[in-house]
């Protein structure tokens, strides 16, 4: 299957300061790639979709200002989360499709786990 | 009404048994549905799609979709422990480039 890697796996981070998650689809173009964030024993909740070259579509109580993506290519996204707190703990997914759903599969990361402290 | 429901378990299933689950959908309009599996502190893992009314096998997994009843399923063959793990049933709502998601269902396959 494709492969959709994702950087770091894992990252503690100081409360306030940001950190930077990447996500690159080794072996195909991603024409448009997701973030999704996991609570522990939750699903899985979309954040956001991008597609290179223009903003991210951002789903609905998710601040746009608070978590930045950038989709600058069509192999790499990237989440910014700026002034990190605790309560943005998380494991954090990116995925990624080459082409629309209706005749492609969605493709996830291994997944970042996040602990702000 | 939850756009996407599951049962969320936890199922227990004997080893070498069927395992079957469930999940419907709102969106009448839904052209594609998908089935991941996601092990404890892991990232979900396709296991298969399904884009027709019907039966579609892969290996051990069976997934069936009814659109009248908007009803999708996943059956597992001869389950194995290995197979333990929460299921995710994903749903691509019409003209919408996204996946949404159940609350995945827990699995449990007792040797």
């Known amino acids: 299957g494709a492969v959709v890697s994702q950087h770091p796996s894992w990252v503690i981070c100081k409360s306030g300061t940001s950190v930077k998650i990447e996500c690159r689809s080794l072996?195909?173009?991603?024409?448009?790639m997701f973030w999704y964030r996991q609570f522990p024993k939750q699903s899985l909740m979309l954040m956001a979709t991008?597609?290179?070259?223009?903003?991210?579509?951002?789903e609905q109580g998710v601040e746009k200002d608070k978590f930045l993506i950038n989709h600058a290519s069509l192999t790499l996204s990237t989440l910014t989360v700026t002034s990190a707190h605790p309560e943005d703990s998380s494991f954090y997914i990116c995925?990624?499709?080459?082409?629309?759903?209706?005749?492609?599969?969605?493709?996830f990361g291994e997944g970042s786990w996040l602990t702000v402290v | 009404q939850k756009e996407v429901e599951q049962n969320s378990g936890p199922l227990s299933v004997p080893e070498g048994a069927i395992a079957s689950l469930n999940c419907t959908y709102s969106?009448?309009?839904?052209?594609?549905f998908f089935w991941y599996r996601q092990y404890s502190g892991k990232s979900p893992e396709l296991i298969m799609f399904?884009?027709?009314?019907g039966d579609k096998e892969d290996g051990r997994f069976t997934a069936q979709l009814n659109k009248a009843s908007q009803y999708v399923s996943l059956l597992i063959r001869d389950s194995q422990p290995s197979d333990s793990a929460t299921y995710l049933c994903?749903?691509?709502?019409?003209?919408?480039?996204?996946?949404?998601f159940g609350q995945g269902t827990r699995l449990t396959i007792n040797p």
């Open positions: 995925s990624a499709t080459p082409g629309q759903l209706g005749g492609n599969t969605i493709y």
């Open positions: 072996d195909f173009q991603a024409t448009t």
């Open positions: 991008s597609n290179e070259g223009s903003k991210a579509t951002y």
């Open positions: 969106d009448r309009g839904s052209q594609s």
């Open positions: 399904i884009y027709s009314n």
């Open positions: 994903a749903v691509n709502p019409q003209g919408a480039q996204k996946l949404v």
